[in-house]
């Protein structure tokens, strides 16, 4: 089973709100990701937890959040987004770490207003 | 110079012929190499993985890799309408995955 969740599917936010997007995994995987994928583009790397630690902050926004209550959740807290920010989320996993292989949720649809 | 580079495409085939779509890397110590196929609308599916010089057969898909020349390929047999999606060749770099910018591939009837 290579299975990651995410919800929810569509998000439409204006940019006063908060709102988190969630990821889960059962495959005891110990490296989860979120990347942010524009359309027509590859996706882009925000964030890597490792083993339930931040590993890696590829200088995003503060206005992005990342959580990882456990080794099989994943949140992304928003708040404050600009237009700019609407893009596919996506959530991915994998069993060790940043060398193997990943494993794509289905997404996040998000529309910033 | 891009890490990984990719034709955008697209690329046309007929039905049941042979998709070759190719992909090279900067980065001389990578050792990973990934062949993602994404519809429109969804997200990365991981379709072939290869780590060693030479041929990975899986059911219609062969990636071939050839780290002297820092290229990967994926070969796509029978191809099918079904297989028509964008495909994206990533790379593991230093501490992260890197992708190209993908090939689309039309496969018509």
């Known amino acids: 089973d290579t299975e990651v969740t995410q919800t929810p599917k569509h998000l439409v936010m204006g940019m006063t709100n908060k709102k988190s997007l969630k990821c889960e995994q059962h495959?005891?995987?110990?490296?989860m990701y979120w990347y942010k994928q524009k359309a027509k583009k590859p996706p882009e790397l925000m964030f890597v937890y490792s083993y339930e630690k931040l590993s890696i902050n590829e200088s995003v926004p503060s206005r992005f959040s990342p959580e990882c209550p456990n080794s099989s959740l994943l949140n992304l807290h928003l708040h404050a987004l600009q237009p700019e920010d609407s893009a596919l989320y996506l959530c991915a996993s994998s069993p060790d770490s940043v060398f193997g292989e990943q494993y794509f949720g289905p997404g996040t649809r998000l529309t910033v207003t | 110079q891009k890490e990984v580079e990719q034709n955008s495409g697209p690329l046309s085939v007929p039905e049941g012929a042979i998709a070759s779509l190719n992909c090279t890397y900067s980065d001389r110590v990578s050792q990973s190499f990934f062949w993602y196929r994404q519809y429109s609308g969804k997200s990365p599916e991981l379709i072939m993985s290869?780590?060693?010089?030479g041929d990975k057969e899986d059911g219609r898909f062969t990636a071939q890799l050839n780290k002297a020349s820092q290229y990967v390929s994926l070969l796509i047999r029978d191809s099918q309408p079904s297989d028509s999606a964008t495909y994206l060749c990533?790379?593991?770099?230093?501490?992260?995955?890197?992708f190209g910018t993908g090939t689309r591939l039309q496969v018509f009837p």
């Open positions: 495959m005891g995987h110990r490296a």
């Open positions: 290869i780590y060693s010089n």
């Open positions: 990533a790379v593991i770099g230093t501490d992260k995955l890197i």
